[in-house]
Structure formats: C-alpha cells, structure tokens
C-alpha cells in the first residue's frame, strides 16, 4: 500500500502550504474579530483570492487591504499587488432561507377592502381590492 503522500500531487502540496503561509500573514493585519470570517481560497500570479461569510464583512475586509498588502509584501516573496474579495456561497450563514408567502389574515383583509371602499382613485382602490383578496381563506 502506498504512502498517502505519494498519492497526492506535489503542486497541490506546496500550493497548501503557500496559500497556509499567506493566510496567517494576512490575519495578522487583521482584527481577530474577523479570523473565522475569511478564508483565503486561491493566488493566482499576483493575486489573492479571499473569502468571507458576508456582505459586512467583504466591506470591512476591503478597508483593510493596504494593511494587507504591506503585510505581504514584507513578509513574502510572491509579490502580490491585488486582493480580490468575495462573498463564499456556501458558507453556512450564506445558504438560501427558505420563505413561505405572506398572507393576510381575514380581519386585515376585511380592513383592508373597507379601507378600499373608502378611496376614490380607481387604481389605489383595485390594488387595495386586489391585496385583500391574498388572505387565508
């Protein structure tokens, strides 16, 4: 049985360990806060690829990206000149709600057709007329 090192790719190897290596570099220009909330995912010629699990914390990665790239400047030799910032689908606070339709109430929709027998404009009382029709029974 061969040893499990031998059956993975040298590339893939050494390009773990370089994408490892600029990550703890990149946390240190970074507040701990946003540790678990990006993850390095590529480096492509002289650019980085990064991660994270929301819009906020994209916005808020993108404030420190000088920090970032001084960073790695100083402390690597891959000479990277760009990060480029993601928002990571299938991150677990990224997955899809599942929602359900709103609907109406029978005493909303009731306020809602009395409120519209009320009203003169003929498009406002429609729409009104048409919404009410949107409850549970």
Partial sequence: MKAISKLINP???????????????????L????????RIANIIDKEVTVFTDSPAWSTRLRLYTQDMLFMLAQHTEYGITNIRIRLSKSHP???????????????????????????TDPNLKNALLQLAQRNKA
């Fill in 11 to 29: 590339e893939l190897t050494s390009k773990t360990r370089v994408l490892g290596h600029i990550d703890k570099i990149f946390k240190t220009a």
């Fill in 31 to 38: 507040p701990i806060a946003a540790h678990p909330h990006i």
């Fill in 93 to 119: 606070s990224n997955k899809s709600i599942q929602t359900t339709k709103p609907v109406l109430s029978r005493v909303s929709a009731e306020l809602i057709r009395q409120t519209a027998g009320s009203i």
